[in-house]
């Protein structure tokens, strides 16, 4: 069974700089896009950015098209997040998901099999 586990949120001021990580884990081989989204309470959880992880491909929400960078270490089984010059909407519990195997839907909360259980990203004005 594939577990995610997600490092490296934390609080900074507007205009600074975080970086994320997903550690994948247990059947990873089968893993062929992994993603970040994110929820604000009382909110839907909306689509960050995602990877492929043959190839590389990258995707992103329009609201962060620019400012953030999906990358991933294969062999390290890890994705990673680069998020620059974060504004107070930003704020959110940010969530690494994984699927297997590749379609061309992975925008959306039910594309992803498996999921981390998220890290606090607060963005102060």
């Known amino acids: 069974q594939v577990q995610l586990v997600e490092s490296g949120g934390g609080l900074v001021q507007a205009g600074g700089s975080l970086r994320l990580s997903c550690a994948a884990s247990g059947g990873t081989f089968r893993l062929a896009v992994m993603g970040w989204f994110r929820q604000d309470p009382g909110k839907e959880r909306e689509f960050v950015a995602a990877?492929?992880?043959?190839?590389?491909?990258?995707y992103y929400a329009d609201s962060v098209k620019g400012r953030f960078t999906i990358s991933r270490d294969n062999a390290k089984n890890t994705a990673y997040l680069e998020m620059n010059s974060l504004k107070p909407e930003d704020t959110a519990v940010y969530y690494c998901?994984?699927?297997?195997?590749?379609?061309?839907?992975?925008?959306?909360?039910?594309?992803?099999?498996?999921w981390g259980r998220g890290t606090q990203v607060t963005v102060s004005s």
């Open positions: 998901a994984a699927k297997a195997p590749f379609t061309t839907k992975f925008t959306t909360r039910n594309d992803y099999q498996y």
């Open positions: 990877i492929r992880t043959s190839g590389g491909t990258t």
